[in-house]
């Protein structure tokens, strides 16, 4: 047994950041970004759980390999869509501290990402609190007395309400872009909402909904709890940078509690560009995280001597009452390289493999969190679920360090179906595949080409078919033929009924390699198909004769596959009424489709 009672399985390093990504006809290269690597810039990066062996916490330790370390970070994110954006600037953070000499841990909260617990079950005082208590033991737990903690967002609001509550010892604070209370923070969230969907309206019973979690009435009071405070004379023995936005400085009230503490103060102009777009369109912070950097290094520094971490791989995961359920090991596998997180039961497995395919604008954990919720539950009934990043995307390593990602990318279609055969070598149809999106048509292809025992498509985009083929073109070694599938793939981006129409008239007519209808052919080999749609993407040209009757994105109508139409489900299942609906039912669809009864 490892540290906190958690078994130690073999970790492996992780050599890459996604920088690049492709969406729609849009190329764009995220601002400052750069391609870090073990070999290239002296730093390993692995992932690790920690905490109490009751709640252990899932983050990633990335730390100098080429020189000493001069002293530990902790990096405390922000919760919900501003969490996603920031993923790849934390990580960026992260590894250029590592750079720095810093070993620096990053780490999802409670409920959150990777770590255990259900978000619904959170209460963020004192619950989140103890995490960042726990994530500075862990540093200081190596020998590294010198721990600086870094909050982005709210994730500066907790740091700052841990640090006064745990009476945690830190050398330095850095309050990134901080909220200064939870309820401020709540009150963005709302407002964003508001502008995010049309049908959004304020809860009576006192929760919170927003795109990505459904915050319930004693989390916002929790949460309304948390204010920045600062006590000068506790402030005192350790340095404090506060980084604000240039056009939304703080109240005068804590600029003035602040300054009374010694606190730095500085400005960025970067946080538009990271938080007010989508999440793929979010760019790397370069001048702030520099910033940070050469405030942290602005002191002298000595190198530590007998630093040893062990990071631990794998970790058991109980239930409410504190019995045994499932283990879960964070693992690279596959060739290339996939950051996969395998979710399995205590007892040995009890089915096939159920592969939750991350989608091209989130990691593995999925849309709102539900692919790590759903292999939790499946794990418990006996299933062996693997939920994984594609290649360049998450935690996932580029072939070739090429730092291109593309919509339609032919890889991804060889990630999935080389991940189905590295799980169960000698039976890889003995899987089933789950995709969201973009990633549900990445499932029916992996289905294709194993003869998958099952497959769930989730708002499968328009088009599954001429997907197909484009797919096909880019994979084989022609030249005119590949040249074909960009050709396609730009119009199916940019005028995606058009050419769906035209594609499926051409299939009726001429039936061919090119013109397979993809659902028919999972069918007539026997994989167990289920389609789920919405009746957001069932309305758009509904009056349209010939578009109107296409297969693409309109599961629910045709009757010669199963098929659901969720209610409130909208198309980035961005609803939480719809997006629960749709977790009941893939739940049981699969539970009762693929798990063995116990003793078979």
Known sequence: MGNNGYELAASAPNNSVPQRVTHGDLSFRIPGAQLVTTEDFGISDEPTWFGSANAPLFGWLARPTSKGIIGGVV????????????????????????????????????????????FANILPSPDWAIDVSSAVNFIQSAGIESVSVIGFRLGATLAAAAIDQQEIKVSS?????????????????????????????????????TSEFLFSKDMVTALRSFKITMNARNASDRRTLVIT??????????????????????????????????????????TTIKMIIDWLTDVGTSTLNDISFTTVTEALLCDKEGELRIRERAAFISSPALFTMLSEPIHGPMGPWVILIGNVHDDHTGQSRLWVELSRRWAQCGLRCARVDLSGLGESSRPGHDLSVEHLDPRWVSDVISLAR?????????????????????????????????????????????????YSLQLTHSPLSQLMARRAKRVLLTHPWAITTIWETIRRALPGRWFADVLQSLSDQGT????????????????????????????????RF???????????????????????????????????????
């Not at 992260?94 to 259900?118: C, K, N, P, V, Y």
């Not at 409130?568 to 489709?593: I, N, Q």
């Open 528 to 559: 167990d198909l289920l389609l789920f749609g919405n009746a957001e993407d069932q309305q758009k040209h509904s009056r349209i004769p010939i578009v109107r009757s296409l297969e693409g994105r309109r599961p629910g109508q045709s009757p």
């Open 173 to 209: 604070l850095v309050l990134w872009d901080p909220c200064e209370s939870g309820g401020s923070y709540l009150r963005e969230l709302g407002a964003l909402e508001s502008l995010r969907r049309e049908n959004f309206v304020e809860s009576e019973d006192g929760s919170v909904e």
């Open 75 to 118: 990096i405390v994110p922000s919760v919900g869509y501003e969490a996603r954006n920031a993923k790849v600037a934390i990580r960026q953070l992260a590894r250029s501290l590592a750079q720095a000499g810093f070993a620096t841990l990053r780490f999802d909260l409670r409920g959150t990402g990777d770590s255990s617990e259900d």
């Open 422 to 470: 590295t799980l169960d070598p000698q039976d890889p149809s003995n899987t089933v595949f789950i995709g969201f999106c973009a990633s549900a048509s990445l499932a029916i292809e992996g289905a294709l080409a194993v003869k998958a025992r099952g497959v769930c498509a989730v708002n499968p985009p328009l088009g599954r078919n001429v997907s197909h083929a484009i």
């Open 562 to 600: 199963p098929s659901v139409l969720v209610p409130d489900l909208d198309h980035a299942m961005t609803s939480a009424s719809g997006r629960m609906r749709v977790t009941t039912y893939l739940e049981e669809h699969v539970r009762t489709k693929f798990a063995l009864p116990h003793g078979t």
């Open 245 to 286: 936005r240039t056009s939304r400085p703080l109240s005068t009230r804590l600029h003035t509690q602040l300054q009374s503490c010694g606190a730095d103060f500085r400005t960025t102009e970067e946080q538009e560009a990271l938080l007010n777009v989508l999440p793929f369109s979010a760019a790397v912070p370069a």
